[in-house]
């Protein structure tokens, strides 16, 4: 079992920072996949980033990419999500997710993730 959990959102203006952290607990392995994905309300889920748990490899959404950088913290079990230039359009709930089959694949797809976090709101003003 992995458990995870999502902190750092927040308000900021248009043209801001944030850092989005999900610390994982239980067993994590090698083989594993961590992603990122957002919902607007309204809107369905959708894919913003996601890495192997071993490194060396990331894959962002087009919408995203050059502003958001996903990492990761092998001694702190933790994944991160560096937003940079946020916009209004970036308004939604970040979602940290594991992907059990990610030393095969970079997961795009809500259904290929096998845990979730709670979810953290971020809000960006105009």
């Known amino acids: 079992q992995v458990q995870l959990v999502e902190s750092g959102g927040g308000l900021v203006q248009a043209g801001g920072s944030l850092r989005l952290s999900c610390a994982a607990s239980g067993r994590t392995f090698s083989s594993y996949g961590m992603g990122w994905f957002r919902q607007a309300p309204g809107k369905e889920r959708e894919f913003v980033a996601a890495m192997p748990w071993t490194g060396g490899t990331t894959y962002y959404a087009d919408s995203v990419k050059g502003r958001f950088t996903i990492s990761r913290d092998n001694a702190k079990n933790t994944v991160y999500l560096q937003m940079n230039s946020l916009k209004p359009e970036d308004t939604a709930v970040y979602y940290c997710?594991?992907?059990?089959?990610?030393?095969?694949?970079?997961?795009?797809?809500?259904?290929?993730?096998?845990?979730w976090g709670q979810g953290t709101q971020v809000t960006v003003s105009s």
């Open positions: 997710a594991a992907d059990r089959l990610g030393s095969k694949r970079i997961g795009l797809l809500v259904s290929q993730y096998d845990y």
